[in-house]
Each structure stands twice: as C-alpha cells, then as structure tokens.
C-alpha cells in the first residue's frame, strides 16, 4: 500500500550545504566525467526523502556507481522520474519522491532548479539553498557552489522542480480482511485486552 509522506526541505537543505563544497563518501564522484550536479542533486532529495525507487532503468536509486538508475545522475532523467512525464508515469506514481514544474514564484528551499542552454538543452542542476535579498540562492556541485546567487550564473532557459511529496510503501497489515472474516482485530501483537 502506497502512502504519502512530507518531503524534508530543512534536511535536504542542510546536506545540500554540508556538502556543497565537499563530497560525502559514500556516493562516486562523477565530476570530469559528465558531472556530479544531478549526482548531488538526487543525494539532497534522497536526504529530505529517505526513500528511493528500486525499478530497473527507470527508478531512481544509488547503490554503487555501477547499480545506480539513470535518473540518479541525468539531468533529463532526474526531471522524467521526479515529474512523471508520459513513459515515467507509472514509475513516478511508484514509491519515491515526486514534483511538478512549477514557475520561479512557487518554488521554494529543497526544490530544484535546472538550466538550459540556447538550444534548448537543459545541463544543470541545483537546488535552492534559500533567498536573499530577491536573490534565490543555490547550491551545487561540479562547479560547487554554497548559497550562490542563481542570477550569477550562465543560462538561456531554466525550470523549477517544486517537490511535492514522498511515496513509500507500507506492508498491508490485513486489518480489514482480518476483521471481515471474523478472523482478529487485527490489533498490533502485544496489545493488551482491557
């Protein structure tokens, strides 16, 4: 059974700056090969989260740098996975943490923020650490960066990933069938009868 929990912004906001300038061994380092700002990215949401989606190809998980899922480390994939476009919306209505795209004016700290080129190509991603002064301020890695005004950096395009929410997953406890059938209360062992 699907359940819907809140996403952590003050965590993932606080591993974001824990991090910034540093890199947490226990995930690889994809910078100079192909960058680590999606890699980072998805490790802030994964600590706001504390759940990731085990399916194959198109979930959203890192085990090691060899059994990861594309969306771990891929801007495009990221944005697919966490928004659920056409062919990740069954993925996306799965367990995990989930968004939608939103303008500059509804997205707040622990959201994402990701840049596009003048072809139309989008190559970043950051997450909004916070806001100063009308500034949005982010943090990233590959070029790291700790509370940086997004306005300082070189973009044609952008998008905001608001994040929404967290899917997990619970065992049923076969409370109703238990109880349909006459069967138990389906109360938690140890319960005492009063």
């Known amino acids: 059974m699907i359940v819907y929990k809140e996403y952590n912004r003050a965590r993932a906001v ?106 139309g190509d989008f190559y970043h991603t950051l997450i909004i650490s916070g806001f100063s002064e009308g500034e949005t301020l982010v943090c990233a890695h590959t070029n790291d960066a700790l509370d940086k005004p997004l306005s300082t950096y070189n973009f044609s395009s952008l998008r905001y990933i608001h994040i929404e929410g967290v899917r997990v997953e619970v065992e049923d406890d076969n409370c109703f069938s238990d109880v349909l059938e006459g069967i138990s209360l389906g109360l938690p062992t140890g319960t005492q009868n009063g």
């Open 14 to 119: 606080a591993y974001a700056r824990r991090w910034a300038l540093d890199r947490n061994p226990l995930f690889v380092n994809f910078a100079g090969r192909g960058g680590d700002c999606t890699n980072f990215i998805s490790q802030c949401i994964y600590a706001g989260s504390c759940q990731m989606n085990f399916t194959t190809d198109f979930g959203w998980y890192y085990i090691t740098e060899l059994n990861r899922a594309p969306a771990w480390s891929s801007v495009e994939y990221f944005y697919d996975f966490m928004t659920g476009v056409p062919a990740f919306t069954s993925i996306n209505g799965g367990i995990g943490p989930y968004g939608i795209e939103v303008d500059s004016t509804r997205a707040i700290e622990g959201d994402v923020v990701q840049l596009a080129d003048d072809t």
